[in-house]
């Protein structure tokens, strides 16, 4: 939840965002930001959903990232393997999700038809997958509690790349986002047809920025925690001038 301060300095800079968007947690944040969630539900919900996930899969399962197929590739892989296609990042960056067996032979599978890299990621969840369906619906009880906003900005579904103003739209976007596989070169595309041409990716890290720079994003995208506020607010006001 370390976004809103780095937003906070950016919008007491005069740098306010026209679209926000998050990838699985991150869409908590970036509602945040928005102003359709409060922070302190947010960080209730946050963790409640952080304990739904782990009780639903405490051990076996996890997520494992492949690159250098393509989709329609990966789908032959997972098809009928008891495995999911969780993230689909750029055209040939995607993750699963599914047992430890059952993702290792698929990546044995995806090297041997022509991936650059199949590995697990340190992740014991299976998220954005059906595997989550049950944990998801208790979060959505728990949002019926909660009261959300319309965003002052444009929140972009990580998703399912389309731009949500109706707040039990957004609810819903956060509390089954666990249960959803993330369309993030989606999402970026929808980013580039409504011109945003400076994507500022919130602490911590920067691979936000990377998988942004790799699912055809058509403007400059740089990291807030490596580049800096100074750097942000440059390339914002010369965008605005």
């Known amino acids: ?27 908590y944040p970036a509602a945040v930001v928005a ?53 689909l990042n750029a055209e040939t960056q995607m993750v699963i999700a599914g047992t430890d067996e059952a993702m290792a032979s698929v990546a044995k599978r995806a090297l041997e038809k022509g991936a650059s890299k199949a590995h697990r990621l340190a992740v014991s969840v ?33 998703s399912t790349g389309r731009v949500l103003w109706q707040p039990e739209q957004i609810a819903d976007d956060l509390a089954m986002n666990m249960a959803r596989t993330v369309r993030w070169q989606e999402a970026v595309i929808s980013a580039n047809e409504r011109e945003a041409r400076l994507a500022i990716e919130m602490p911590p890290g920067g691979v936000l920025t990377c998988l942004t720079r790799q699912a055809a994003w058509e403007g400059e995208s740089i990291s807030l925690e490596r580049s800096g506020v100074d750097v942000a607010v440059h390339l914002a006001k010369r965008l605005r001038s």
């Open 1 to 27: 939840m370390l976004a809103s301060p780095g937003a906070r300095e950016l919008a007491r800079r005069g740098v306010s965002p026209d679209i926000v968007s998050g990838l699985s947690i991150g869409a």
């Open 35 to 87: 102003g359709a969630l409060d922070f302190a539900d947010a960080l209730r919900l946050v963790a409640l959903r952080g304990d739904l996930m782990e009780q639903a899969y405490p051990h076996g399962y996890g997520l494992t990232a492949i690159m250098g197929l393509t989709l329609a590739q990966v789908e032959s892989l997972v098809e009928g393997s008891g495995t999911w296609i969780a993230n």
């Open 126 to 158: 299976p998220s954005h997958c059906e595997l989550l369906a049950e944990p998801a619906q208790k979060l959505v009880a728990a949002f019926s509690d909660v009261t959300l906003s319309r965003p002052c900005c444009a929140y972009l579904s990580g």
